[in-house]
């Protein structure tokens, strides 16, 4: 075997070395960029949460004054499909987006503000999970919150600058939209003494249906009731109808499935010019009918039977709600129809399905959730 001599030992022994420190600068090198990104990327990702939390707000509050917007509208506006929304009702939307991610905070920036186009209208279709922009009754807000060049300024980075990375961009969009209501109902909200029975809607419910109440039978399905107060009797219920004009009394609020209401029982015929009264503090003249209405909110209750349309008595079961016209009101008479795809001040239903109305016994609700 030849031998290397001393000098060529050292050589290769250097070069050795010379390669060693090349390596280890290099994997110096990655270690600090691997570093730097970890640190910035886990800052971004703070940051990224913070933004969620604002497009969320933002989202909900919007959605929540879309809500409000319709149900301000008369009944026949709520109801119609093909209107396109206000420019002051959708200033209105934004604002209140704007005003939710102001109250925010991203990184180091507070007050966190939204760009032009950051707010968008559009419909959310519960089945599909798509968002489609339009302004003609909309049910859904999709609002986009950023930290780059669009709105409140890129992330400087800490680290990573030392590799050429000086700036991050975050953005985050969330969607929020009105659901079929069913679910609770605050206080205040169910507005008359009377209800309707489930059965009623079995075949014969349909939009803008007419109901007669006497306040019972086959054409109305109904029954007089004094929410939960005790005793259910005649004296009770023109207390409680007195006290529904001159705001003495209000209506508690309902859990469907779970609340129970006090009633009489009977035609109690007696408490008609008592309700002729609130009638005719409650009606409005509507140009597009020719006639005066109330707008109500109508308790529906369990029936006792799949088939009886008999007078109700004692405490029954709230099963929901609907939203009706009260087009009359007369001695042992009132008359009344149920209106579909209108707005009600009650939460979503507990499914959470629920997005173009599903009868009248489902109106649609005022309070949004977040969809996405």
Avoid at 245 to 268: A, K, L, N
Wanted: proline share 5%; with cysteine; net charge negative.
């Amino acid at each position: 075997m030849r031998k290397l001599k001393d000098g060529k030992i050292f050589t290769i022994l250097r070069s050795e070395r010379g390669v060693t420190a090349v390596t280890l600068a290099l994997l110096g090198t990655i270690l600090v960029a691997v570093t730097a990104f970890g640190i910035d990327f886990g800052h971004a990702l703070v940051t990224q949460n913070e933004l969620q939390n604002a497009s969320d707000a933002s989202a909900l509050a919007a959605a929540r004054q879309l809500g409000l917007a319709y149900l301000a509208l008369p009944v026949t506006e709520q109801q119609d499909l093909n209107r396109s929304l206000t420019g002051d009702e959708q200033s209105q939307v934004i604002a209140q987006a704007t005003a939710a991610a102001f109250a925010n905070s991203a990184s180091n920036v507070g007050n966190l503000s939204l760009a032009q186009g950051d707010v968008e209208f559009g419909t959310w279709n519960f089945i599909g999970k798509t968002f489609t922009p339009t302004i003609t009754r909309p049910n859904a807000i999709q609002v986009t919150a950023h930290r780059d060049g669009t709105a409140n300024g890129p992330i400087t980075t800490f680290f990573a600058g030392v590799v050429g990375v000086h700036t991050m961009n975050v953005a985050t969009t969330s969607i929020a939209a009105l659901g079929t209501s069913g679910g609770e109902v605050p206080p205040g909200v169910a507005d008359v003494p009377f209800a309707i029975s489930t059965n009623w809607f079995n075949g014969v419910a349909a939009c803008d249906a007419g109901i007669q109440f006497s306040p019972t039978g086959p054409a109305g399905c109904a029954g007089w009731h004094v929410f939960d107060q005790t005793p259910a009797n005649a004296n009770k219920l023109r207390n409680t109808i007195d006290g529904l004009q001159d705001g003495s009394y209000q209506s508690p609020g309902i859990t469907p499935g779970s609340t129970q209401f006090e009633f009489t029982g009977g035609e109690v015929s007696s408490a008609f010019p008592n309700l002729i009264s609130l009638w005719d503090s409650k009606k409005t003249w509507n140009d597009d009918t020719g006639r005066y209405e109330w707008e109500i909110n109508l308790p529906v209750y369990e029936s006792s039977s799949p088939t009886s349309c008999g007078n109700p008595s004692g405490a029954i079961t709230i099963a929901g709600y609907a939203k009706a016209v009260i087009t009359e009101v007369k001695k042992n008479d009132i008359q009344a129809e149920v209106k579909c795809d209108a707005f009600y001040d009650g939460v979503p239903d507990a499914t959470n399905t629920g997005g173009g109305g599903a009868g009248p016994l489902q109106p649609l609700s005022v309070y949004p959730r977040l969809v996405s």
